[in-house]
C-alpha cells in the first residue's frame, strides 16, 4: 500500500491548511486511518484517526477542536483540515494506515502502511 500525502505548507500563525493522503489501494475502505507528525527533534507523534466508514474519530489533545480527519472512499484520499494553526504546530505530517479493528489506533506500533510526509511550518 502506497500512500502519498500532499497539502502542506507555510502559514501564519491563526492560518489553515488541508493536508489530503491519496492511495491507489482498491481496498482503501478497509483501513483505519491516521495522521501523525514529527516537529524537530522530537519523536513522531499521533495526531488524529478516523474509521473505516467514518462513524469515529480520535484526536490528540493538543489539536481538538482545531483540526478536522475526513475521508472520500470512493477516491481513496483521507484529509485533515488544520485550522488555527500555531508554531508549535510546525512538524512533517504522515498519513498512516491500519487494519485494527475496535477502538481506534493511536500508537506508530498499531499501523501498518506510512506515506511520505508532507511539511508544514507556522510562524508566529
Known amino acids: 500500500v502506497q500512500l502519498q500525502a500532499s497539502g502542506g505548507g507555510w502559514v501564519q500563525a491563526g492560518g489553515s491548511l488541508r493536508l489530503s493522503c491519496a492511495t491507489s489501494v482498491r481496498t482503501f475502505s478497509t483501513y483505519a486511518m491516521g495522521w501523525f507528525r514529527q516537529a524537530p527533534g522530537k519523536e513522531r507523534e499521533f495526531v488524529a484517526a478516523i474509521s473505516r466508514r467514518s462513524d469515529d474519530t480520535n484526536y490528540a489533545d493538543s489539536v481538538k477542536g482545531r483540526f478536522t480527519i475526513s475521508r472520500d472512499n470512493a477516491r481513496n484520499t483521507v484529509y485533515l483540515q488544520l485550522n488555527n494553526l500555531k508554531p508549535g504546530d510546525t512538524a512533517v505530517y504522515h498519513c498512516?494506515?491500519?487494519?485494527?479493528?475496535?477502538?481506534?489506533?493511536?500508537?506508530?506500533?498499531?499501523?501498518?502502511?506510512w506515506g511520505r510526509g508532507t511539511l508544514v511550518t507556522v510562524s508566529s
Open positions: 498512516a494506515a491500519s487494519l485494527l479493528y475496535g477502538t481506534l489506533p493511536t500508537a506508530m506500533t498499531d499501523y501498518r502502511y
